[in-house]
């Protein structure tokens, strides 16, 4: 599993940080508010298990609850993503359940905000350089 900074924004109270994170060949860009003294890096990596679980939470919206850890989400996984529903009740007025298969949502990810002002000092260098470029013919 890898995870990489992708943005960083700070806030009054903590700071927002973009990244992706890649588990198992998939890549997610997605975004979390953290501690506003943390170090973005440090706490991407300490918590990149924490973060695929959200990841995950997202994809299989009708999982089950107690999946707290990727372990149990990648074994709930491997097991075909199944979770009892109610089916009626037995003869005995007992609940009976059916086991049904949780289908996956599309992970819709976050990006972090354009840097308009990085954009425009761009274009500025490149106006520049075109001007000095005419100038001097």
């Known amino acids: 599993m890898k995870i990489k900074r992708t943005g960083l924004r700070q806030n009054d109270n903590d700071q927002t940080i973009w990244f992706d994170l890649t588990h198992n060949g998939e890549t997610y860009s997605w975004h979390g508010d953290f501690d506003k003294n943390a170090d973005p890096d440090e706490v991407l990596d300490q918590q990149k298990e924490k973060l695929m679980c959200g990841v995950y939470r997202k994809i299989y919206r009708?999982?089950?609850?107690?999946?707290?850890?990727?372990?149990?989400?990648?074994?709930?996984?491997?097991?075909g993503c199944k979770v009892e529903i109610p089916d009626g009740v037995d003869e005995d007025d007992n609940p009976?359940?059916?086991?049904?298969?949780?289908?996956?949502?599309?992970?819709?990810?976050?990006?972090?905000?354009?840097?308009?002002?990085?954009?425009?000092?761009?274009?500025?260098?490149?106006?520049?350089a075109e001007i000095k470029n005419k100038v001097n013919k």
């Open 62 to 79: 009708d999982a089950p609850n107690d999946l707290i850890s990727l372990d149990k989400w990648e074994d709930w996984i491997a097991d």
């Open 96 to 128: 009976k359940f059916k086991l049904t298969q949780v289908t996956p949502s599309e992970f819709k990810g976050t990006h972090p905000p354009e840097d308009k002002v990085a954009k425009m000092e761009e274009r500025i260098k490149m106006l520049e």
